[in-house]
């Protein structure tokens, strides 16, 4: 998380976290980039590392597991993100408790609300 997204976490944390057991932080997924044969082990590593997705965090309940993105301002582009975060997390961890989509903002911009909705996906205004 960038420091913006840190400030709405701590606010999100402040007001729900104790509704999670709690959190794995960083959690890559998704396919890397295409590796050369030439490469050195260091470039390669580097490679995988900088080019998988990264769910900010995986909020652990007793029913579910929540993947969140952490956002200053939520938009559309955020909501794609959760959704391809929530498919891979899914193909990759084939985790045993269902997934709840989670988006965490400062403020949302009204147009998703509603897409949102439609999606199952759960949105906090911090």
Not at 10 to 23: A, M, N, P, T
Not at 107 to 123: C, F, G, L, R, Y
Request: hydrophobic share 40%; charged share 30%; proline share 6%.
């Amino acid at each position: 998380m960038f420091p913006k997204d840190i400030a709405v976490w701590e606010r999100f944390l402040d007001k729900h976290g104790e509704d999670y057991e709690g959190f794995y932080y960083d959690i890559m997924c998704g396919e890397v980039c295409k590796q050369f044969p030439r490469w050195e082990e260091n470039y390669r590593r580097d490679a995988i590392i900088l080019s998988q997705l990264r769910i900010d965090a995986v909020g652990v309940k007793p029913n579910q597991l929540d993947i969140i993105e952490v956002k200053p301002r939520g938009n559309m582009a955020s909501i794609g993100q959760i959704l391809t975060y929530v498919e891979k997390y899914q193909k990759e961890y084939n985790p045993s408790k269902p997934l709840q989509a989670v988006l965490v903002c400062g403020e949302v911009d009204p147009n998703i609300v509603e897409i949102a909705d439609k999606n199952n996906i759960v949105i906090f205004d911090v």
